[in-house]
Nanobody
């Protein structure tokens, strides 16, 4: 089992940047494919980005491609989401998730979830 704790959320103006972190504890972090999802008020949870165990392959939602970068540091048991050129539509609670499956954009494939961190982008 793995426990996930997100940090780094906050309030930022449109065009600004934030870097989210997700610290993992428990079983070997490098055993997990990691993902970031987000949920805006009144909307369903949606995929943002995912990264394979070694970090060699990354996947992004079209809405964030070119603006967001997912990365991981297996030595520090941490996955990151660098968010640049933020837009008001990026406002949501961002969740870190882990799975023992292969790279996936489907939330149901992820077994473990953090508590979420709020990102608010003002116009």
């Amino acid at each position: 089992q793995v426990q996930l704790v997100e940090s780094g959320g906050g309030l930022v103006q449109a065009g600004g940047s934030l870097r989210l972190s997700c610290a993992a504890s428990g079983r070997t972090f490098s055993s997990y494919t990691m993902g970031w999802f987000r949920q805006a008020p009144g909307k369903e949870r949606e995929f943002v980005a995912a990264i394979t165990r070694s970090g060699g392959i990354r996947s992004y939602a079209d809405s964030v491609k070119g603006r967001f970068t997912i990365s991981r540091d297996n030595a520090k048991n941490t996955v990151f989401l660098q968010m640049n050129s933020l837009k008001p539509d990026d406002t949501a609670v961002y969740y870190c998730a882990a799975t023992t499956d292969a790279l996936s954009a489907t939330s149901e494939r992820y077994n473990y979830w953090g508590q979420g961190t709020q990102v608010t982008v003002s116009s």
